[in-house]
């Protein structure tokens, strides 16, 4: 895990997971109450279920039977109950913040080493949201991002000519190893590294405002995954730092 400042960027976050073991439905404990939010209650609606009647939905967040912390990794366990699609979206703190949003920043560099396995029907969505919640006016930019069953991919959203309008970049890389996903958000652009190599730069959409950083992950689209699949998401660590 990266633990130093890097040029033209100052340090504020850094976690893998080492500090102790956390079981399943007591996320984030003692232990990492200080440093992670699991964001959102159970049963919150996931972007696939906010498609859906209320009394129809399939999906949705479950922090309590998805969290775990073991071996030196978060573990989402993601898997079906009830017909219900299980997945979560943790959220690490800066500054041992209190309330969202928990690690707002204008312009920083966000890197996550992480297994995925590959299951249909669900999908990674670790993205930049704006605190104002106007989207797209103030943009929104994912990576790793995509159906953990195809390839990775990342996204930028944004508004031109005003309409939605999006960039994005395809290593054609596939889920199921291990990898190290960096995204830097500066004024100048929006570039991603994937294992160090660089995906390409956005310059069409580069957010001036405030966003922070979640780590969503949920069902692909309303009655996708089969209750037969499930496995694990597995997150290394995370490290975060802002624009000096």
């Not at 959203?157 to 939605?164: C, D, L, P, Q, R």
Request: hydrophobic share 35%.
């Amino acid at each position: 895990m990266p633990t130093t400042d890097l040029p033209g960027w100052k340090q504020v976050f850094a976690e893998d997971f080492t500090d102790g073991d956390v079981g399943l439905g007591t996320f984030p404990g003692p232990i990492y109450a200080s440093r992670w939010s699991e964001n959102y209650a159970d049963g919150t609606p996931d972007t696939a279920a906010q498609q859906q009647p209320k009394d129809a939905r399939t999906s949705g967040y479950y922090p309590s039977k998805v969290l775990s912390v073991h071996d030196g990794v978060l573990d989402m366990f993601l898997h079906s109950e009830d017909g219900v699609a299980m997945g979560a979206a943790p959220s690490p703190k800066l500054h041992g913040a209190s309330q969202r949003p928990y690690n707002s920043l204008v312009y920083g560099r966000f890197s996550v080493r992480f297994k995925a396995e590959a299951l249909p029907g669900y999908k990674l969505a670790w993205l930049l949201w704006p605190d104002s919640k106007q989207w797209p006016e103030d943009g929104e930019i994912d990576f790793p991002e995509g159906d953990l069953s195809k390839v990775i991919y990342a996204a930028v959203h944004g508004v031109e000519a005003g309409e939605h309008r999006f960039d994005v970049f395809r290593p054609n890389q596939p889920y199921g190893d291990w990898h190290i996903a960096t995204t830097e958000w500066r004024a100048d652009g929006i570039e991603f590294f994937l294992d160090g190599k660089s995906l390409g730069v956005s310059t069409r959409f580069v957010p001036n405002k405030p966003m922070h950083y979640i780590l969503q992950t949920e069902a692909c689209s309303p009655n996708c995954p089969l209750p037969e699949s499930n496995g694990h998401v597995l997150v290394d660590w995370v490290s975060i730092w802002e624009r000096t």
